[in-house]
């Protein structure tokens, strides 16, 4: 199996080209917000037991799509300070154990274009953040930094593509099969 994990700050388009990359290659997307959004119903964002599930979640589902050999998964991610630093280390420890390989996709956009998404209709809907202000509290505490991640298989500026072409070059660049169609 190969785990497609595509990672960025918010409003850089991620679940948008995995969706798209889904679409392009039919491999299944597990977002990371199905699994933050079932843990706010119960748990405060970053709580103990809600960073402890988050990962133990994300962690089993790509275990057990491994062991049901899945042809290929894409994840989104969000780097931000209430993940543990060593949750990407046991994410390809994982992967690895399985017989498969974690791909590396980093999204960036220049923070003009995150300013002009941030608050978009779909953001909202998903219950993303959509706070310029909000934003901005966060960027300068270093909430969203990727300096912790392993270097990107690729990186793909979504400002200067449409999220179908961003995952047509992913999928080139990562030798993913395509879908007749």
């Known amino acids: 199996m190969k785990l497609v994990f595509i990672y960025g700050k918010p409003a850089t388009g991620k679940l948008t080209v995995a969706r798209e990359l889904a679409a ?3 491999y299944k997307l597990f977002h990371n917000h199905q699994t933050v959004d079932m843990l706010l119903s119960v748990f405060e964002f970053g ?13 089993s589902v790509f275990e057990q799509a491994a062991k049901a050999r899945l042809p290929g998964l894409i ?3 969000a780097p931000e300070t209430t993940v ?3 949750f990407v ?3 390809i420890d ?13 999204l960036t956009c220049p923070m003009k274009e995150v300013y002009r998404r941030i608050d978009n209709k779909s953001r909202r809907n998903t219950g993303k953040l959509t706070s310029h202000e909000e934003y901005e509290k966060l960027e300068a505490a270093n909430v969203f930094s990727t300096a912790h991640m392993p270097k990107a ?3 793909i500026d979504t ?6 072409e961003a995952a047509l070059q992913i999928a080139k660049g990562l030798s993913l099969p395509r879908l007749a169609g």
């Open 24 to 26: 392009l290659t039919g």
């Open 47 to 59: 709580s103990p037991p809600f960073v402890e599930l988050r990962e133990k979640i994300w962690l």
């Open 75 to 77: 994840f989104t991610f």
């Open 84 to 86: 543990r630093k060593n």
């Open 89 to 91: 280390d046991r994410a």
């Open 94 to 106: 994982t992967i690895a154990g399985a017989g498969s390989r974690v791909h590396f996709v980093e």
């Open 153 to 155: 298989d690729l990186t």
């Open 159 to 164: 400002a200067k593509l449409k999220p179908a």
